[in-house]
């Protein structure tokens, strides 16, 4: 029931991203970012300083540092350690008691952190919406699009994009700014996305998009 050891593999092109079925496009006036679960207990299992994760990051840290800059509001989702067997509720069963509530699993990684003016939502399930008042803040915003980084591309970060979809706010997955346990896991993601619910982009793409 524990997170599988990952074997390093390379991060999908421009070329490689499947076509989405959605004619959307980011738009600066109206995006929010959306960190998912960059946390050290998420992140063990990849080998350090290695592919998919390192250059995953450093997009990550290249799409925060654009949003930032030009006030598109960034959101973090972050599981808590030791929770109750009935909140965890079945992802117990899936995944066994997850992390333990000390720095060493809870903590957001350091070239990712949070900083003044984001915002950390507490994660119950997969999808970052649930349980949370992620929708509310956005709209409040004036925000109906949502950009998703972060692990796992094929769990929390589909999911996440799926319920938005539903919930009507167009959705955009950065695709070498996502990582997963393999790189078949990773492609079925994004093209599962493309199909559905959402749109994925490189961060080159994103980056050329919104300047």
């Known amino acids: ?64 540092a654009h949003c930032r800059a030009r006030g598109i ?60 008042n992620l929708e509310t803040l956005m709209r409040v915003r004036g925000r109906d699009q949502l950009l998703v980084t972060g692990v796992y591309a094929h769990i929390g970060c589909t999911a996440t994009v799926a319920e938005a979809f539903q919930r009507d706010i167009e959705a955009f997955i950065a695709a070498d700014a996502v990582a997963d346990f393999s790189r078949e896991d990773h492609d079925q993601a994004l093209r599962w996305i493309a199909r559905t619910c959402g749109v994925p982009m490189t961060t080159d793409q994103l980056l050329k998009t919104l300047a």
């Open 1 to 64: 029931m524990a997170l599988p050891r990952i074997t390093d593999y390379a991060l999908p092109t421009a070329a490689e991203l499947p076509p989405p079925r959605g004619p959307w496009r980011p738009e600066t006036a109206r995006l929010a970012l959306l960190v998912h679960d960059m946390q050290r207990y998420f992140l063990a299992p990849f080998g350090a300083d290695s592919a998919p994760l390192s250059p995953a990051v450093a997009n990550i840290a290249r799409l925060i």
């Open 73 to 132: 509001p960034v959101f973090y989702t972050a599981q808590r350690g030791h929770q109750d067997r009935r909140d965890r509720g079945l992802q117990a069963d899936l995944w066994g008691p997850g992390m333990h509530a000390t720095a060493e699993h809870e903590a957001i990684i350091d070239a990712l952190a949070p900083t003044d003016g984001d915002h950390v939502l507490v994660k119950h399930r997969y999808s970052a919406f649930q349980r949370s």
